[in-house]
């Protein structure tokens, strides 16, 4: 199993990068992904989720507005599109997949998640 992020490195502020999460190893149209980030000193967090069987999509309410998550189940994969950086957005942003039908609307509950990738960093120059 291996959850693989790209599209990090350094930004300037105002910024809109594209992150993939490119997937392998197991059953990918049978699991929600979802991206988290962890910034300096501080814990993980959820962005958003996207689910398996129908696509719908979850924001956590911080994070509304300027990310936008999409998959592509033909190839695997899972982006998270990131509009008008800013430096705060510094952090090492992640992906997971969660084989769990019933999220209770707790989409960003960690252990719901059983893959995770190695991370990619994110730095935001001002």
């Known amino acids: 199993v291996q959850l693989a992020e790209s599209g990090g490195g350094l930004v300037q502020a105002g910024g809109s990068p594209r992150l993939s999460c490119a997937a392998s190893?197991?059953?990918?149209?049978?699991?929600?992904i979802a991206w988290f980030r962890q910034a300096p000193g501080k814990e993980r967090e959820g962005i958003s989720c996207i689910r398996s069987t129908d696509g719908e999509t979850y924001y956590a309410p911080s994070m509304k507005g300027r990310f936008t998550i999409s998959r592509d189940n033909a190839k695997n994969m899972v982006f998270l599109q990131v509009n008008s950086l800013e430096p705060e957005d510094t952090a090492v942003y992640y992906c997971?997949?969660?084989?769990?039908?019933?999220?209770?609307?707790?989409?960003?509950?960690?252990?719901?998640?059983?893959?995770w990738g190695q991370g990619t960093q994110v730095t935001v120059s001002s």
């Open positions: 997971a997949a969660s084989g769990t039908t019933s999220f209770h609307t707790d989409y960003f509950r960690q252990n719901y998640y059983n893959y």
């Open positions: 190893g197991f059953i990918f149209d049978d699991y929600a």
